[in-house]
């Protein structure tokens, strides 16, 4: 019989296969998010120098925010998961209740969230209004803060539920417990995913059926045309907080949805919003939550057998204040170490993000074969949204979800070269 570590070394290798090969076979690789034809992305061609010195003074401010913030997060994250601090926390939050290992979990996620979330919390402000000066956000402090208590509240309970999984399995299985813990901390990745739509997204805003209109109809003949199943489609009151233009798709199988902003049915084109439609259709078509969904789970599962192997490393233990992994007073440590690791995968994950939406834009190009709407589409959501049209390059490779506004441009100029339609 193999041992344990030695199987886990072996479990882990082939998850990781089996990422990397969902990552090279089922992502849009072809489709580039830099266009390779004629068209060379060139910002000055579609706005006013007035829009661009706009669009690069709030990144000016906006980015440095969001640097900074992520920083302070980190260095926090550090200070409490690489000395005794952490540790000592997690006990102290526990001892009212008697000091148990669930009330350690339990508790001690909720201290450590709060301290990384206050610590942040001035910049949040900042960032709060100088999106108000801009003319970004409508909300109020109030709004603004139960928005913030709210996202801290289901922060904490999934950390919580993830370290119970995490530090129980341990108990219930002293050897084996990696299997246990890989096996549900996937599992609650799907279930997580599926039930997002239906538990999260309304704790956040209202959604209602798009009244029935000229523009219902043409929406959901267009899904009709592209052959998805789509029985509604919903408006979010996203206006309560902002005048940022945005659609998406969330959920899988019998929670999948196709949402729409409303501050888009107030001032977009019918051409506009289909387009935009055209483009969240190409997502639920190729089921990019679903892919989304199984690369995070087997991510998550590669997590906890790479913590199950680190089990070894003593040194960090002891330094982190905790007698072995399985005492909870390590938790500090395990969610800096996760904290990095997320830090180190993100341009993966930027680029694996801008590939998928690349693939989307050329969907929704094919679907209306309207390349001039498509460009409207994009000036328009780089006006309204005041996106950084001319991107910093390391914040772009780190951070950026999506091409820009500007290769998304050129994209559509490009198709309408290949594809002889008038170019626009
Ligand atoms: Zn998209």
Redesign the pocket.
């Known amino acids: 019989m193999i041992g344990s570590r030695r199987a886990a070394w072996i479990t882990l290798a082939v998850i990781l296969i089996a990422v990397l090969a969902l990552v090279v076979i089922l992502i849009p690789w072809r489709v580039a998010p830099i266009p390779v034809g004629g068209t060379v992305p060139d910002a000055t061609r579609d706005f006013t120098p007035a829009e661009l010195s706009r669009a690069a003074a709030l990144a000016a401010r906006i980015q440095p925010t969001a640097l900074l913030s992520l920083a302070v997060s980190l260095v926090i994250s550090a200070l409490l998961g690489l000395t005794s601090l952490g540790a000592r926390i997690v006990t102290l939050a526990a001892r009212p209740m008697g000091g148990g290992w669930v009330w350690q979990v339990i508790l001690g996620s909720l201290a450590l969230g709060l301290i990384g979330r206050l610590a942040t919390l001035p910049l949040s402000a900042y960032a709060e209004t100088v999106l108000r000066r801009y003319g970004l956000s409508t909300r109020g402090w109030g709004l603004w803060a139960a928005d913030i208590a709210k996202s801290v509240a289901i922060g904490v309970a999934l950390t919580a539920l993830v370290l119970m999984v995490f530090y129980g399995s341990m108990r219930l299985a002293p050897r084996l417990w990696w299997t246990i813990a890989a096996t549900a901390v996937a599992a609650l990745v799907v279930v997580g995913s599926f039930l997002y739509p239906v538990l999260v997204e309304p704790a956040f805003n209202q959604f209602r059926s798009m009244p029935q209109s000229q523009l219902r109809g043409d929406l959901l003949a267009v899904a009709e045309r592209d052959g998805v199943a789509v029985d509604d489609v919903l408006v979010a009151d996203a206006s309560r907080r902002t005048t940022a233009l945005n ?3 969330s959920g899988f199988g019998s929670t999948r949805r196709i949402v729409v902003y409303d501050t888009l049915l107030d001032s977009e084109s019918p051409a506009v919003i289909e387009t935009i439609v055209a ?2 259709l ?2 639920a078509k190729s089921n ?1 939550v679903v892919l989304g969904t199984a690369i995070g789970a087997l991510g998550a599962a590669a997590a906890v057998i790479a913590g199950y192997l680190l089990v070894g490393w003593a040194p960090l233990l002891r330094r982190a204040g905790a007698s072995s992994l399985a005492d909870p007073r390590s938790m500090a440590l395990v969610l800096f170490v996760l904290a990095a690791v997320g830090l180190i995968l993100a341009p993966a994950q930027s680029l694996i993000s801008r590939q ?2 690349a693939s ?2 050329v969907h929704a190009l094919d679907l209306t074969r309207d390349p001039a709407a498509f460009i409207e589409m994009q000036r328009r959501l780089g006006i309204r949204n005041i996106a950084a049209l001319e991107p910093n390059q390391l914040y772009y490779w780190v951070f950026a979800s ?1 091409p820009s506004t500007v290769e998304r441009i050129a994209t559509a100029r490009d198709w309408a070269q290949v594809n002889r339609a008038s170019p626009p």
């Open positions: 659609a998406y798709v483009h969240e190409g997502h990019d998928i939406e989307a834009d999506h």
